[in-house]
C-alpha cells in the first residue's frame, strides 16, 4: 500500500486504499454523486459493484454520511445506491409536477407487481405507463410525446429505470422500461396509503 502522500488528488484518511483500486473507486464515487445509483449487472458496473461491495463497503458509507446519503448494496439485483436521509440531506433533486406524476405511476406499478409475489424484472411499455398515469391522475392534460420521454430520459440517467428498444420499433408507446428496485427506495413510502396521500395533493381540488 503506497501512501496518500504521493497523490494529491487522494484524500489522506484513505491511505490505506491500493493504488490499483483508486480509479475504480473515484468511478464508483462519481456514479452514486452523479446518478444515485450504480449498476452492477451489465458491463464495467460488475467489477465496481464487486469491488466496492467486497472491499470498499465502510469507506464508502463513511464518505457518503457526512452528505446525509446512505449506502444501499442491494445483493439481489447487484445495485448500489447513494439514498438521501430526506430530513438532512441538502442534495435532493427537485422534480417537475409532471415528472413527479410518471414516477408516482411507475412506484405503484412496481409496488403492485411486487405484491402479487413477482419475482422476475419488472417490465412495462411506454403505453402501459401512460395509462395508468392517466388511470391515477384523471385530470391530467395529456403530454407531448417528447415531455414523457424526457420523464423517462430523467429516470434512465438516474438510474431508476432501464429503457429497452424492441427490434422495428417506431414509436415512443412501444419503448419497454424496466423498473429498477431503486425507484422504489429512492421515493420510498411506508405502505400504499401513504402513496395515495401523497397522490392526492395533486389531484384537481373541488371548488365546493
Request: proline share 5%.
Amino acid at each position: 500500500m503506497s501512501s496518500s502522500s504521493h497523490d494529491p488528488l487522494w484524500p489522506r484518511f484513505w491511505s490505506d486504499v491500493h493504488e490499483a483500486d483508486r480509479a475504480p473507486l473515484r468511478d464508483v464515487l462519481a456514479e452514486l454523486l452523479g446518478r444515485g445509483v450504480l449498476l452492477g449487472s451489465e458491463g464495467s458496473g460488475r467489477d465496481l459493484f464487486l469491488l466496492a461491495r467486497d472491499h470498499y463497503r465502510t469507506h464508502l458509507e463513511d464518505y457518503l454520511a457526512p452528505l446525509a446519503l446512505e449506502l444501499i448494496v442491494d445483493e439481489e439485483h447487484s445495485i448500489l445506491q447513494a439514498r438521501p436521509r430526506t430530513e438532512s440531506c441538502l442534495l435532493l433533486r427537485q422534480f417537475t409536477k409532471f415528472d413527479s406524476l410518471v414516477v408516482l405511476t411507475l412506484w405503484r406499478l412496481f409496488d403492485d407487481e411486487r405484491a402479487v409475489g413477482t419475482q422476475q424484472a419488472i417490465i412495462k411499455t411506454a403505453n402501459e405507463v401512460w395509462l395508468a398515469l392517466q388511470l391515477h391522475f384523471p385530470g391530467l392534460i395529456e403530454p407531448s410525446e417528447a415531455r414523457l420521454k424526457d420523464a423517462l430520459d430523467l429516470f434512465h440517467k438516474h438510474r431508476l429505470i432501464k429503457r429497452k428498444m424492441p427490434e422495428g420499433m417506431t414509436q415512443l408507446g412501444d419503448m419497454e422500461i424496466e423498473i429498477l428496485p431503486s425507484l422504489a427506495r429512492a421515493i420510498p413510502f411506508d405502505d400504499l396509503a401513504a402513496w395515495q396521500t401523497r397522490v392526492d395533493q395533486f389531484q384537481p381540488q373541488d371548488d365546493a
